[in-house]
């Protein structure tokens, strides 16, 4: 008895430290906007990119990328929701210590913030204005809805009325639980141990445990997506807006520019969450502006090739649940 005491202690203990170093060697923290220049990573090509297929700043950063027909080394980075937290692998942290994609490489400096990498990549290969208006005032628009569509902070679902990035995540609570269904549970359990924000963890591994259905019946969970649906209806009123002053296509008018790149990441995950018909059907102003998006090649080549199969199965998922009439009537659908 005492012998099978003194293996468990020592099983335990072992388990700590190492639990322990491994924790030393995974350290996360929030890292600073825009180009690392004193930060060298290893590089092949002019341009790499870390990137996920699902997430939406990493869309948003491949169709800028496709529109700028820029070549760029891709390194497919996992997330949980798509199968694994590569994210908080210790190589990963060397790339990025804030533990998020995308990250983009030029020349090896890391750029941190997908808003950044835009702006970025337009001051560095835009020399004929492609993507950026010429005149200020119109500059100016562009760079107030390239903000509305960003995704910003630590805990964009506790503010999804300051931008329409950040009412994306809660939208995107049905997709999750539909993907992390398939996860395994120690997978999702390795975010409690090392991921920065261990609510996001825990989160995740409550939506593995009761399963999409059930996760949607969950008090927060409405309170949640319907918040995020409210405040999306509201960006999309402005965006109407903008759309009916500019007098489009595009937000800043005739020109395509980086504002609509970061709406159309929005739009395609709304298609992706089968949010379409409750925020866009009935308004003809935005149901041309994304049947013009959907035309562009660059949503192509940075959305629709990337699709991850567990994405497409969320997707009929959700439509299916509607269907079927078991969508949660708290939630409108
Ligand atoms: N504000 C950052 C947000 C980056 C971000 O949160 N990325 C998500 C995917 S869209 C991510 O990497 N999540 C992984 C995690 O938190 O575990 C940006 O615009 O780049």
Known sequence: MTILLSLIFVGITLAMVVMLR?????????????????????????????????????????VCLAEYG??????????????SYQNISREF????????????????HPIYESHEQ??????????????????????????????????????????PEATAGNA???????????????????????????????????FFLMMRLVGLPKTLTL???????????????????????QLVSSQGPW???????????GMMVVFDRLREGDWLTLLVKDRPVLNAYWSALQQRQSYREGCLEHEHPAVVQATKELVGLKQLQRWPSEIPQ
């Open 22 to 62: 491994e924790r030393s060697m995974r350290q996360t923290r929030v890292v600073p906007p825009g180009l690392q220049s004193d930060i060298s990573l290893p590089f092949e090509a002019e341009w790499t990119l870390y990137h996920n297929p699902f997430s939406l700043c990493s869309k948003k950063i491949r």
């Open 70 to 83: 820029v070549v760029f080394d891709s390194i497919a980075i996992d997330l949980i929701e798509t199968g």
């Open 93 to 108: 942290l060397k790339v990025n210590p804030g533990a998020t994609v995308p990250v983009l490489l030029h020349n090896g």
């Open 118 to 159: 835009l702006k970025y990549v337009a001051a560095t290969v835009d020399v004929t204005g492609l993507l950026v208006p010429d005149s200020t005032e119109q500059r100016q628009v562009m760079d107030a809805w390239v903000h509305k569509t960003s995704l910003i902070g630590d805990d964009p679902i506790e503010s």
């Open 168 to 202: 994306v995540p809660g939208l995107t609570i049905p997709i999750f639980a539909s993907m992390v269904a398939k996860i395994p549970v120690l997978n999702i359990f390795e975010g409690l141990l090392f991921h920065r924000i261990k609510q996001r963890a825990f």
């Open 219 to 241: 008090k927060p969970v409405i309170h949640i997506v319907n918040r995020a649906s409210e405040a999306m209806t509201a960006h999309l009123d402005d965006l109407e807006q």
């Open 251 to 261: 937000i800043c008018g005739q020109q395509f520019s980086l504002a609509d790149v």
